[in-house]
């Protein structure tokens, strides 16, 4: 089966908070549950660049590099761990209004900016993005030189899920394949930078990440990704609440 995405996923930033496994149901259809550690459910911030972007084979022109962030919770289907976005915001209305009317991806298109770049031995990765009349952004400096994290740590948890989970048009539960290798990590270096209102971006019920300390902090290197056409695996499903 041909890929109907293919992409690379750069300088991906993922602060993980730990939540109640009820909060996250409240978004989930039928078939799927939290994925838990200690009985403890968890959604992840994650910003990263979206690089020589092809649908099908083609670029799409002015849509090829745009930054990306999202909410994301972990789930299960059966014993398959994967991924569900709650939100997910991009710079470009074109970029939203085709995974909303094609793929029923909850996108939104916002103004927003991001850069990479080395200093000396460091790597600073940036997010600025404006929602609600109000600067959010993001700040990290790391080490320069990326390491592969052993699979028992919670840094490769987070960061390797092969399978992700959605809702098409007729609400039925969807499950598509994403294929990358093992993503390297970047050593944090200092501490990071956080100016981000949860509850303004996602709904007042996530205001309380506000105050929250992340329970896992990474930056990833990222690679070249295949996303592969989605499959119906149930019936009718509970429709997913609006963040906002």
């Known amino acids: ?119 000396g031995d460091q790597l600073i990765v940036e997010h600025e993005f404006n929602y609600g009349n109000r600067v959010n952004e993001i700040r990290f400096i790391v080490e320069k030189e990326p390491v592969i994290p052993d699979i028992a740590t919670n840094d490769h948890f987070f960061k390797e899920h092969e399978w992700g989970y959605g809702v098409n048009h007729k609400k039925q539960l969807t499950k598509y394949r994403v294929e990358h290798p093992v993503w390297s990590v970047y050593p944090l270096k200092t501490r990071f930078h956080l100016d981000v209102d949860f509850g303004s971006l996602y709904g007042e019920q996530w205001a309380f990440l506000n105050a929250k300390i992340p329970y896992n902090i990474l930056v990833a290197e990222g690679s070249k990704i295949k996303v592969f056409p989605g499959e119906v695996i149930g019936a009718l499903a509970q429709k997913q609440p609006q963040g906002n």
């Open 1 to 119: 089966m041909k890929p109907f995405l293919t992409a690379e996923w750069r300088k991906l930033i993922l602060l993980t908070y730990s939540v109640s496994p009820s909060l996250v149901q409240t978004y989930l259809p039928d078939g799927l549950v939290p994925d838990t550690i200690d009985g403890r459910a968890f959604v992840s911030l994650v910003a990263f660049e979206f690089c020589n972007t092809k649908v099908r084979g083609l670029p799409i022109p002015f849509h090829v590099n745009f930054p990306e962030i999202n909410l994301r919770c972990y789930v299960k289907h059966g014993e398959d761990r994967g991924v569900l976005f709650i939100k997910e915001f991009v710079p470009r209305k074109c970029i939203a209004l085709v995974a909303n009317k094609v793929y029923n991806e909850p996108y939104e298109a916002i103004g927003m900016t991001s850069d990479s770049y080395f200093r």
